[in-house]
């Protein structure tokens, strides 16, 4: 069984800063893909960026980063230079393959995360 | 149409009835997914299709739940005997051969 551990319920960030969201897994398996999605209030899921478990090279996309350290088995997500439109909660999650395909993903509790002007 | 569509966006109903909630996927997504989100909670899965068949529906917490696709594209989720506790935002996603999956803006259900 797969589990995805966000140890941060909420978080206050001065715009501008940058942000770490916190995020561990648990899993047996070998072949398996990460994955940060932020929800706004409007309700949807927005994908952010994604990590293969194979993969050398942290991912990134834009403003964004996956901060992923295999051994330790966590998958930290790095927002730079914080704008107040990042306001949302932000979600782990984790598919057992990593081909970059999302079957069965296992979502954490969320990180709430609120940018002050 | 641009993303994945789900309707209705609200539906309150009262214990025990019978409920529907559609998801329109992004055309020619062939992977579909529904996930039941509680306040406070991340995501669930519940079901999830390839095609017209239901791949894995290991999620569906009981024989109240099923869900439908039967040609491939649009599909409903369908909830009988309604009870409090099925209350939350059901998520519907989409993806293609390969890639994340995108969602839906839910539907907020609540039973009274």
């Known amino acids: 069984a797969q589990k995805i551990t966000q140890t941060q319920p909420g978080m206050f960030v001065q715009e501008k800063e940058a942000v770490t969201l916190d995020c561990t897994y648990d899993?047996?398996?070998?072949?398996?893909?990460l994955f940060w999605y932020k929800q706004p209030s409007s309700g949807e899921m927005i994908f952010l960026i994604y990590q293969g478990s194979y993969d050398e090279q942290n991912a990134t996309e834009g403003r964004y980063s996956l901060n992923f350290q295999k051994a330790r088995k966590s998958a930290n997500l790095v927002i730079s230079a914080s704008q107040l439109g990042d306001s949302a909660m932000y979600f782990c999650?984790?598919?057992?393959?990593?081909?970059?395909?999302?079957?069965?993903?296992?979502f954490g509790k969320g990180t709430h995360l609120i940018i002050q002007p | 149409g641009a993303g994945v569509s789900q309707t209705p966006s609200n539906k309150v109903t009262e214990k025990g009835k019978y409920v529907e909630l559609r998801c329109d996927p992004i055309?020619?997504?062939?992977?579909l997914y529904w996930y039941r989100q509680s306040l406070g909670q991340g995501p669930e899965f519940l079901i999830y299709f390839q095609g017209t068949g239901a791949a894995d529906d290991s999620g569906l917490p009981n024989d109240r739940f099923f869900a439908v696709r039967p040609e491939g594209s649009v599909s409903t989720l369908k909830i009988q005997r309604t009870e409090r506790g099925d209350s939350a935002v059901y998520l519907c996603?989409?993806?293609?051969?390969?890639?994340?999956?995108?969602f839906g803006n839910g539907t907020r259900l609540t039973v009274t």
């Open positions: 055309s020619g997504h062939t992977a």
């Open positions: 899993t047996s398996d070998q072949s398996y893909g």
């Open positions: 996603a989409s993806r293609g051969a390969r890639g994340p999956l995108h």
């Open positions: 999650a984790m598919s057992p393959y990593s081909g970059g395909g999302a079957d069965g993903l296992t």
